[in-house]
């Protein structure tokens, strides 16, 4: 089991850019390591389904969900236990909570499934102006 908490949301103006974090930590010794875990963030916009932004695999693969890939960088780091997303020319329409996700299992199929993931972080707000 894994807990995750999100930080780095805020607010800025259409064109600017955001990094958020996710920090992991291990619930128990026993379990499976940070390392061993396929993460992923996605977003919830009001009154909108949750939907995946990215998600990334053991061995380091990425899958960005439609064209985020030419403005979102997903990065993972095994040593600090944590999972990065750097987005650039943020838009008004990337307004949403940001979560981070972790899963084993058919979470690292990197099928962009909400519901394929076990943990989930509490989410960080972010909202773009135009």
């Known amino acids: 089991q894994v807990q995750l908490s999100e930080s780095g949301g805020g607010s800025v103006q259409a064109g600017g850019s955001l990094t958020l974090s996710c920090a992991g930590s291990?619930?128990?010794?026993?379990?499976?390591?940070?390392?061993?875990?396929?993460l992923g963030w996605f977003r919830q916009a009001p009154g909108k389904e949750r939907e995946a932004v990215a998600e990334i695999d053991t061995a380091g693969k990425i899958v960005y969900a439609g064209s985020l890939q030419d403005r979102f960088t997903l990065t993972r780091d095994n040593a600090e236990k944590t999972l990065y997303l750097q987005m650039n020319n943020l838009e008004p329409e990337d307004s949403a909570t940001y979560y981070c996700?972790?899963?084993?299992?058919?979470?690292?199929?990197?099928?962009?499934?909400?519901?394929?993931?076990?943990?989930w972080g509490k989410g960080t707000l972010v909202t773009i102006s135009s």
């Open positions: 996700a972790a899963g084993r299992g058919r979470a690292c199929w990197l099928q962009l499934q909400p519901n394929y993931m076990n943990y």
């Open positions: 291990e619930v128990s010794t026993t379990g499976y390591p940070y390392s061993l875990y396929c």
